[in-house]
């Protein structure tokens, strides 16, 4: 088979989500399959964090807009390549094309009628709902197979587009080899340092997107600050002070910026540490689709606080205490709870350690290769 996958962010410096499961995707089918032949479509960026090899040809397309990008200068791409089946990973795909296309929707939140989720984004995050919008219902009627990452969603995907069970498939994602507890006291120093982090702080992976819930997370830190002697810190991942400021003001509790310190872009390479030293790991998300991150805290044995919602119970399994994300009284209860009971600490420490190990992108992998094998003997 000659398989093409999109891969357009995957050489970017300040990596996220989708492009992570995209890599990982990518370096595991490399390390299980040496007889079927790749072409990885990305564009030029900071870091080339993939080699071609004998059967894996990394190809790098003109830098332009992204709809350009991939609505034209990526499919000639896949048919000049002579590809035989075409992988878009990142929620969208070529409307015209003739090639069989696999599509990875990893959510359909930008197609939900919820103002809460369209309230206080920003602008290239109204735009990428806009364009997502457009695209996604004629990719999803055009695509020989839906790939979307948990139960949860493949049911919303679904039910949402009136798609046959046939057509959709869950595959999970996966946790990175290199997310392990880590005890050197040096690689702390050296982190605290870089980063400014206090010695004791629960950690947050907050961001513009309302998903988020990053004003709940403030409130309930308000809350836990007001009712206890020893006041917590919070440390936030890449989010910006103005809009963090705005969020505190709407809080109305401007103690705040004395206990919550901005760490900008983390690599993934030294979240190990970041999450080693948490006491806990907050991810109260109003709406998940998976939720890596929950899964990398457990494997690095950080305790994990998230929501009652969405995806979040079906991948946390019973490693988590989960909270109504709408109340934030309940993230404070059970952040006093996990920073006071030890016993309770332990046993969701030792579920996370089982909990996170059912994850693996090699199974990802597997998973996807027998859907790509499938298409191309169905053509």
Same mark, same amino acid.
């Not at 896949?78 to 409307?95: F, Q, V, W």
């Not at 991810?283 to 929501?307: D, K, N």
């Not at 205490?321 to 059970?334: L, N, S, V, Y």
């Given at each position: 088979?000659?398989?093409?996958?999109?891969?357009?962010?995957?050489?970017?410096?300040?990596?996220?989500?989708?492009?992570?499961?995209?890599?990982?995707?990518?370096?595991?089918?490399?390390?299980?399959?040496?007889?079927?032949?790749?072409?990885?479509?990305?564009?030029?960026?900071?870091?080339?964090?993939?080699?071609?090899?004998?059967?894996?040809?990394?190809?790098?397309?003109?830098?332009?807009?992204?709809?350009?990008?991939?609505?034209?200068?990526?499919?000639?791409?896949?048919?000049?390549?002579?590809?035989?089946?075409?992988?878009?990973?990142?929620?969208?795909?070529?409307?015209?094309?003739?090639?069989?296309?696999?599509?990875?929707?990893?959510?359909?939140?930008?197609?939900?009628?919820?103002?809460?989720?369209?309230?206080?984004?920003?602008?290239?995050?109204?735009?990428?709902?806009?364009?997502?919008?457009? =695209?996604?219902?004629? /990719?999803?009627?055009?695509? *020989?197979? @839906?790939?979307?990452? $948990?139960? !949860? +969603?493949?049911? #919303?995907?679904?039910?949402?587009?009136?798609?046959?069970?046939?057509?959709?498939?869950? =595959?999970?994602?996966? /946790?990175?080899?290199?997310? *392990?507890? @880590?005890?050197?006291? $040096?690689? !702390? +120093?050296?982190? #605290?340092?870089?980063?400014?982090?206090?010695?004791?702080?629960?950690?947050?992976?907050?961001?513009?997107?309302?998903?988020?819930?990053?004003?709940?997370?403030?409130?309930?830190? $308000?809350? !836990?600050?007001?009712?206890?002697?020893?006041?917590?810190?919070?440390?936030?991942?890449?989010?910006?002070?103005?809009?963090?400021?705005?969020?505190?003001?709407?809080?109305?509790?401007?103690?705040?910026?004395?206990?919550?310190?901005?760490?900008?872009?983390?690599?993934?390479?030294?979240?190990?540490?970041?999450?080693?030293?948490?006491?806990?790991?907050?991810?109260?998300?109003?709406?998940?689709?998976?939720?890596?991150?929950?899964?990398?805290?457990?494997?690095?044995?950080?305790?994990?606080?998230?929501?009652?919602?969405?995806?979040?119970?079906?991948?946390?399994?019973?490693?988590?205490?989960?909270?109504?994300?709408?109340?934030?009284?309940?993230?404070?209860?059970?952040?006093?709870?996990?920073?006071?009971?030890?016993?309770?600490?332990?046993?969701?420490?030792?579920?996370?350690?089982?909990?996170?190990?059912?994850?693996?992108?090699?199974?990802?992998?597997?998973?996807?290769?027998?859907?790509?094998?499938?298409?191309?003997?169905?053509?």
């Amino acid at each position: 088979m000659r398989i093409g996958i999109e891969g357009q962010r995957l050489f970017r410096q300040k990596k996220h989500g989708m492009d992570m499961v995209a890599l990982e995707l990518v370096r595991n089918l490399q390390e299980i399959d040496q007889t079927n032949e790749y072409f990885i479509f990305i564009k030029k960026d900071e870091d080339p964090c993939l080699e071609s090899s004998e059967n894996f040809h990394i190809v790098e397309l003109e830098s332009k807009p992204y709809p350009l990008w991939e609505q034209k200068i990526l499919p000639a791409a896949a048919r000049k390549a002579g590809c035989e089946i075409l992988h878009c990973t990142s929620n969208t795909a070529p409307i015209f094309t003739s090639i069989p296309m696999v599509v990875t929707i990893h959510d359909i939140i930008y197609m939900e009628s919820i103002s809460l989720f369209r309230k206080g984004s920003s602008s290239y995050q109204r735009f990428g709902n806009m364009y997502r919008s457009f =695209i996604v219902p004629m /990719v999803v009627k055009k695509c *020989r197979k @839906v790939i979307t990452v $948990s139960e !949860f +969603e493949k049911k #919303r995907i679904s039910s949402f587009f009136k798609i046959d069970d046939s057509r959709i498939k869950a =595959i999970y994602n996966g /946790v990175s080899f290199h997310f *392990r507890p @880590v005890n050197d006291p $040096s690689v !702390f +120093e050296s982190l #605290r340092a870089r980063y400014k982090l206090p010695d004791k702080f629960v950690f947050f992976f907050g961001n513009t997107d309302p998903k988020k819930n990053t004003i709940g997370v403030l409130r309930a830190l $308000s809350l !836990f600050n007001k009712r206890s002697e020893e006041k917590l810190h919070l440390v936030m991942l890449d989010f910006d002070r103005q809009a963090l400021n705005k969020l505190i003001d709407e809080v109305g509790d401007s103690s705040l910026n004395n206990y919550i310190t901005l760490t900008g872009y983390i690599p993934n390479s030294e979240l190990p540490g970041i999450y080693s030293m948490s006491s806990v790991f907050l991810y109260p998300s109003l709406r998940e689709s998976f939720g890596i991150p929950m899964l990398e805290a457990m494997a690095c044995g950080t305790p994990v606080i998230t929501s009652n919602t969405s995806s979040m119970p079906e991948v946390a399994g019973n490693a988590a205490i989960f909270i109504d994300p709408f109340k934030p009284e309940q993230i404070t209860d059970a952040m006093f709870k996990l920073l006071s009971d030890q016993e309770l600490r332990s046993n969701l420490v030792s579920e996370g350690y089982i909990q996170s190990g059912k994850f693996t992108w090699k199974n990802m992998a597997m998973q996807m290769l027998e859907v790509y094998s499938e298409i191309i003997l169905n053509k």
